[in-house]
């Protein structure tokens, strides 16, 4: 019975931590569109001089924080569901 939920719960750690692999890669690609959108923006603000561009600059940069952010957490969770796999495994 034991080596049963060993088992199972080493099925449902695979599983997410395949989810969480492709919610990170997902999170990468938008976070590289969102630099390019950066740069764009900062290049806009340096060259209008004009309030308008310059926070949509800081906005963009928020947003990156943001996705950062998010791409940092999701990466400290694969880290632990590899942690409760091989464990689970030894």
Do not use: G
Request: glycine letters at 0%.
């Amino acid at each position: 019975m034991q080596l049963f939920s060993t088992e199972r719960k080493l099925r449902n750690c695979v599983v997410k931590l395949e989810a969480k692999q492709t919610e990170l890669a997902i999170a990468q690609e938008q976070l590289a569109a969102l630099k390019d959108e950066l740069d764009d923006a900062r290049i806009r603000a340096l060259v209008s001089e004009t309030p308008s561009a310059e926070m949509l600059w800081q906005e963009h940069a928020k947003h990156l924080v943001a996705y950062e952010r998010d791409e940092k957490a999701i990466k400290e969770q694969i880290i632990e569901l590899q942690a409760r796999k091989r464990k689970l495994e030894s």
